[in-house]
């Protein structure tokens, strides 16, 4: 007797969460994803061993590819410390969503990492790489470039800069008249620096170039405010500035030590306005919570932002945090035209993104004003709790009187 059986249903293997570049239902995507992953695994095959000369090695592979002898050698370093992170090994290997461009910047801000801390930073580094929403914009390589910063500084591992006190400030004189100036400052000092000039370029219409000219002969008085982000419920916890990201232990204290204004950032999240133009505290709120512009891959710091209101001001939406996204004069432009759309969670300020074309994303914001980033911030100060007491007990060994209530940052 034939008994006939029905096939089962096909099952439904479209991950839940995915980056916008390995977006199964995005033929590009698809496309893209089997590009990368045949690069990868060419390059893979192809990396000499550490026994190999290196020399040799590049120049090879350089007349075989016809690549740069300088990118040759870059990749060269970012498969192997790809290999000594086997977690984010192990993922890119399953996503291949990482190009290699995104390998090498990696490869560039874990130099001279202390290899102690190696598992530390392979999984943190592989948690920030792994998709938590669907079709969620990948981290570009400047905002990996800083997750790794502020991971090697959680850990309180010396970052190299490639600069050395002899060569922190040159002037080159060229053919054409003209002088290059080139000067090495703290991230913060730099940022400060930087908003000067535009600021003073922007009120006066002068190039930036003769913005800083004034700045440095003393021909201006300028104020830059910068914003200072901390939780004040956690001890030991990181300092997040506006434009530059999270500080290390000993510039965030130097700076907080600095800040001669503080505000509850908390009591601004229920804040409402019927004004159209929103208030400094408002302002601060949504900065803190975007860091950059809210569109996909858009690194333009989110103080150089305007603030756009979701639902428009004149159509009755307020001015608060819930209804406000930080985006550059570009994308916001494109959202006043309609051809870009958008809605967004107030509370963690994840928000989907739908072009005209019907492309669309999903965008998790790493400003300190984030679940994500409060996640983050207690961690750090765990840790860091943690390398106080180490500290403590190493020196109580040693017979050196330690103070409890002062932190040695």
Not at 128 to 153: C, E, F, H, M, V
Not at 157 to 178: C, L
């Amino acid at each position: 007797m034939l008994t006939n059986h029905s096939d089962p249903p096909p099952q439904d293997t479209t991950p839940v969460f995915y980056f916008t570049v390995n977006n199964p239902a995005n033929p590009m995507a698809v496309a893209k994803t089997a590009i990368r992953t045949h690069e990868h695994l060419y390059w893979d095959a192809h990396i000499p061993d550490g026994e190999i000369d290196h020399e040799l090695a590049v120049a090879s592979l350089s007349i075989a590819t016809g690549e740069p002898r300088g990118r040759i050698s870059n990749l060269i370093l970012a498969f192997h410390q790809l290999a000594e992170l086997p977690l984010l090994h192990q993922l890119q290997h399953r996503l291949f969503h990482l190009d290699l461009q995104r390998l090498i910047v990696i490869s560039n801000a874990l130099f001279g990492l202390d290899p102690e801390h190696l598992p530390v930073i392979d999984e943190h580094l592989t948690g920030y790489l792994t998709p938590t929403a669907p079709n969620q914009s990948l981290p570009t390589a400047g905002a990996i470039r800083n997750r790794i910063k502020a991971i090697r500084d959680m850990v309180d591992d010396p970052r190299a800069t490639g600069t050395t006190a002899e060569k922190d400030f040159t002037v080159s004189f060229g053919a054409d008249g003209n002088a290059d100036l080139y000067a090495s400052l703290s991230e913060v000092d730099g940022h400060v620096v930087e908003e000067a000039v535009k600021k003073h370029a922007r009120a006066t219409g002068k190039t930036e170039a003769e913005a800083f000219r004034d700045l440095v002969l003393g021909n201006i008085n300028i104020q830059v405010i910068l914003n200072l982000y901390r939780a004040n419920d956690l001890a030991e916890s990181p300092v997040w500035a506006n434009g530059v990201g999270w500080l290390d232990a000993t510039s965030g204290e130097h700076w907080a030590g600095r800040a001669d204004k503080h505000r509850d950032i908390d009591a601004t999240r229920d804040k409402h306005l019927t004004s159209h133009d929103p208030s400094p505290d408002i302002t601060a709120a949504v900065e803190g919570r975007d860091d950059t512009c809210s569109f996909p891959n858009c690194r333009v710091k989110a103080m150089r932002c305007d603030l756009d209101h979701r639902v428009n001001h004149a159509d009755g939406g307020c001015t608060c945090v819930g209804n406000l996204k930080g985006l550059c004069r570009h994308h916001h432009n494109g959202k006043t035209s309609g051809r870009i759309k958008y809605l967004f969670d107030p509370v963690t300020g994840i928000g989907v993104w739908l072009l005209v074309d019907g492309t669309w994303a999903v965008t998790v914001p790493e400003g300190p004003l984030t679940p994500t980033s409060a996640r983050w911030a207690q961690t750090v100060s765990q840790y860091r709790t943690k390398h106080r007491a180490r500290w403590a007990a190493a020196a109580k060994a040693e017979g050196v009187e330690v103070q409890d209530e002062e932190a040695p940052f």
